[in-house]
């Protein structure tokens, strides 16, 4: 998978995600992609401040993405 096809995938995932992030007052921002291997997102929004932001980071953002990129290890939430 080239570098643009990944970042398309990873948009992919998280335009897949973005509803239910709004639909409580918050969203998601791709910052960057690293190696390949490493995604950093920013939440925002009510997400910002959200005690479960881990929570939501881990078992939504990250498996969301996998599902679209599988060679992402990890997911990091760039802190506001």
């Given amino acids: 998978m080239t570098e643009q096809e990944l970042k398309i995938n990873i948009e ?3 335009e897949e995600i973005r509803p239910f992030l709004q639909s409580d007052g918050g969203d ?3 910052i960057s992609i690293e ?3 490493s995604v950093t997102v920013q939440l ?3 997400c910002v401040g959200c ?3 881990q929570m939501t980071l ?3 953002v990250e498996m969301t993405i996998k599902k679209y990129a599988p060679q992402i290890e990890r997911v990091i939430n760039l802190e506001a």
């Fill in 12 to 14: 992919k995932a998280l």
């Fill in 28 to 30: 998601i921002s791709l």
């Fill in 35 to 37: 190696n390949g291997k």
């Fill in 44 to 46: 925002q929004g009510a």
């Fill in 51 to 53: 005690s479960v932001n």
């Fill in 58 to 60: 881990k078992s939504g």
